[in-house]
């Protein structure tokens, strides 16, 4: 059959299915389950109004409930079991095996090295993006084009940026952007500029905005507020954020010594995607791309809603700029910046595509999500890959309860 | 000098004379290269350069030929500009045995695309249209399923619905995984359209019924034309999210006849055999790109309205 006439066919099965279900289902129980006519027109009128809510809500509730109800039941029961036993129950031999894995470790920590560095750097080139774009006359065109990488997918991101760390053999003319400008880099005034002390600020940056993070959550812990009191759950996780900030900062410091010393091979083309660890980075650069634009026009929308009133006190108050945006503007702002962050959070821990396009996996650049792929579809390992499943659920999950509380209280 | 204050008493003229007089007033003029400038300017261009060099490579690349390619200059504009790598993306490109380009996984994703989009969407405004209509008992869970839905991640339902589809005779199949958009597209549509749904005053609603509308009635004549923008919201999320998609393409579609465009865009960049094109590997992008670009440039605010609440979607 022509495949259009198969679309077609396809598109007119199913709506006029969904129609005629609607319809006639209602005629069903108006006509003949509760007829509104007899003795008990009343009572049936009432009872018809009672069924009729579910009776539309039920094919949606149906299909919801077999296509994403059941699988999560269906990967948390296969994750206990074992395929080349023909699904016999092993408790949690699967578990055990994953954790005994180099693999599962490296992408766990690579996923909390996407998780620390991605919504950060995305929300907070967002923001940049979005304050500064408010400034200037072409500001609109600069945004639709920072917002442009979010219309191309994952896929299509991760092809253009393969050819920015091209990398050829030292004789030829080198292809990839990467590459092509390293090569200008030869160990003078610029290099010392441009690879030591921009990477070194932008480092020392990473550390500040990690240590005042940090510092911003511990606070309420030692100083007196008036509010609610809070409870020890809340207390513990300000003390972990506190000092998981610290411990970033500290990182980073060391991190500004390390580009300060490191010794680079200049003139030689470098193969970006096979250098351990730092290959990370350079895949994290690729959603950070994509995400910014997201982040800005969140924001953007935010900053714009803030109260021209207290922009002029602080102004009369003799706020400089930055006072303005750090004192002023960014704590009005708080739950938008925590929205976009947990967004761009739960879109790093599901992270695969960009992943499987790049590098697979290989050279120490593996994430959960790619390594249950591994497992599922190449190892056909249902057990270890559902396994892994239910560690991304499992890391999702505060993310997820907080945003289903959230959204609970919004819609009422 | 005079001072302008005597002045004063002859008010007409006053305003044109005091000029003349007291010398350049009003704030202090800007200098053009203050530090505040400097910076401003230099991180715009760090930032510009960092958005706007992938999407320049990428164009410039799609319309050189390889010699040219060849010698370097990845910045400089083609010296002469050829189509001749779009149309061999477009019709030639090889993944594995097929060699008909990324024709074929264009055709496909429209096929994907066209009654997942429609019946998600028709599902959809239904159901946010009976959700908003009656509070029920139940409603709330229903709700928090939706929610639910909504936030999980795809992955942990990934391998089950393989097993489920391949029991209804579905699996490798364009119709399975058209199923599977229409299900996945639905918790966070319905929301959307319950939340615009429900800011309808609902005076309109009693108003019909008083006219005689009945529940279709209301739905055609009343919500459906006072609710387009978020009927364009919706469109453009799944338009978007369903032609993007790479993992359900990827895991639902056994056969490589039957790819949808990202996936065969992602074989026909690694394919390992003959030398790498990077030309028709950029135009393929581009190709690939074409649909969500154009609605993006012709719909503007909404499609950032659409992304922004699609973006919560597992």
Redesign the interface.
Known sequence: MN?AL??LM??AV??GG??AY??FS?LVLDRFIFPARGAQAGRNINRA??V???L??F???F??????????F??LR?SLTDRALGGAFVGFANYEQMMNEPKFWEAMRNNMLWLIVVPAASTA?GL??AQ?TD??GWGNI?K?????????????????????Y?ARPVD??????MN?VWLNFEGGIWSFIFLRVFPAILCGAFAVIAAYVGYLAARPLWEDRPGPREGVMMKGARAFLGLFGLWLAWVSVRGVWGVLTASLPYGEPINWLTLPFYNNFLLMVILI?IQ?G?AM??LSAALRGIPEETIEAAIIDGAK?LQLFFQIKVPQIMGTIVVVWT?IT??V??I??IV??MTNGQWETQVL?NY??DK??RAND?GV??AS??V??AL?TPI?VW??HN??KE?R | MADPGILGSTLPAADAVRERLSGPHGPRPKRALSG?NIM?YG??LI??M??????Y??LV?SVKGMPE???????SPPMEITFQPWVKAWAEACTGINCDGLSRGF?NS??IL??SV??SI???S??GY??S??K????EL????????A???????????V??LREAGLYGSL?GL?L?H???G??IN??LF??YF?AIPSELFKAARVDGAG??GIYFRIVMPMSLPIFVVALIIQV?GI?????FG??YISSPERYPM??Q??NI??SVQGVKE?NV??A??LL??LV??V??FAS?RL??RG??AG??K?
Do not use: H
């Open positions: 495949p198969q679309g396809t598109i199913g709506v969904c129609l609607f319809y209602n109004n009672m009729r809510p579910w539309f809500v094919p949606a509730f299909f919801l409930l077999l296509y994403l109800g059941y699988p999560v269906e990967t296969l080139f940049l993006a500064l400034r200037i600069a639709s084009l920072i917002f442009m990488p979010m219309a191309i997918s994952f896929v299509g991101a991760s092809v253009i940026f393969k050819l920015i091209e030829a003319a080198q292809i990839g952007v092509a791309w910014t997201f026009v969140i700029p967004t739960l879109v821990l599901k695969f595509d499987f396009a999500a249950m792929y599922l579809f249902w890959g559902s499943a239910i991304i659920m999702v997820l945003n289903v959204a609970r819609m | 505040t401003l991180t715009l930032v510009a960092y958005y706007l060099l992938p999407l490579v990428m690349t390619i060849r010698l370097g200059n990845v910045f055709w429209v096929r066209i009654p429609i019946l028709a599902i959809a239904v159901n009976a959700l209509m009656w029920f008992r139940g409603s229903f709700f928090t399923i939706l929610i639910l839905g936030f999980i991640p795809y992955q942990v339902m990934l391998y089950p619905i097993i489920m119709t058209v599977v229409v299900v996945f639905m918790p319905t929301l319950r939340n429900a529940f279709w978007t032609w993007n998609d790479f993992l990827v895991t990202t996936v865009l992602n960049v690694n990077y590997n950029m393929a992008t690939t790109g969500p670009l609605i993006y503007g499609f950032v992304i922004a973006a919560v597992g």
